[in-house]
């Protein structure tokens, strides 16, 4: 799986390359009821060399598309300060049309700029479980 163009370019003229982040989630369905698939991710701020920088920012890139295919993030963007950690929830519900045993996949760079940016390449994968946990 690879990433939109847009996010190699961005990466090239920051000549630093993407790390890529694998998100699994698996919805499940049971007696004609769909429970979405939640999954936290957290990010962080070990430290600053600067200080002057009081905190971390991070920020998903093109959030309306995640939602057209039926993916929340939440926060989308914020702020994380030195010595602490953030946890974003991601969220999937099946969209209307979602054919069963499809899996839904895409890709969306996430930007941490700290004293240095970094741009981690996530792909999101889902799909809905008939079977019982």
Same mark, same amino acid.
């Given at each position: 799986?690879?990433?939109?163009?847009?996010?190699?370019? !961005?990466?090239?003229?920051?000549?630093?390359?993407?790390?890529?982040?694998?998100?699994?989630?698996?919805?499940?369905?049971?007696?004609?009821?769909?429970?979405?698939?939640?999954?936290?991710?957290?990010?962080?701020?070990?430290?600053?060399?600067?200080?002057?920088?009081?905190?971390? !920012?991070?920020?998903?890139?093109?959030?309306?598309?995640?939602?057209?295919?039926?993916?929340?993030? !939440?926060?989308?963007?914020?702020?994380?300060?030195?010595?602490?950690?953030?946890?974003?929830?991601?969220?999937?519900?099946?969209?209307?049309?979602?054919?069963?045993?499809?899996?839904?996949?895409?890709?969306?760079?996430?930007?941490?700029?700290?004293? !240095?940016?970094?741009?981690?390449?996530?792909?999101?994968?889902?799909?809905?479980?008939?079977?019982?946990?």
């Amino acid at each position: 799986v690879t990433c939109p163009s847009s996010l190699l370019a !961005e990466s090239a003229v920051m000549e630093k390359p993407t790390t890529p982040v694998l998100v699994t989630l698996q919805a499940s369905y049971n007696a004609g009821t769909i429970t979405p698939a939640v999954r936290m991710l957290q990010v962080g701020c070990i430290r600053s060399t600067q200080p002057s920088k009081k905190s971390s !920012e991070f920020l998903w890139d093109n959030v309306a598309s995640l939602q057209q295919q039926g993916f929340s993030v !939440e926060p989308s963007k914020g702020t994380v300060e030195p010595g602490h950690k953030r946890t974003i929830t991601v969220t999937w519900t099946p969209p209307s049309g979602y054919k069963p045993y499809e899996v839904v996949q895409t890709c969306v760079p996430v930007t941490l700029k700290g004293d !240095e940016t970094n741009v981690y390449s996530v792909t999101l994968m889902a799909s809905v479980s008939t079977t019982a946990d």
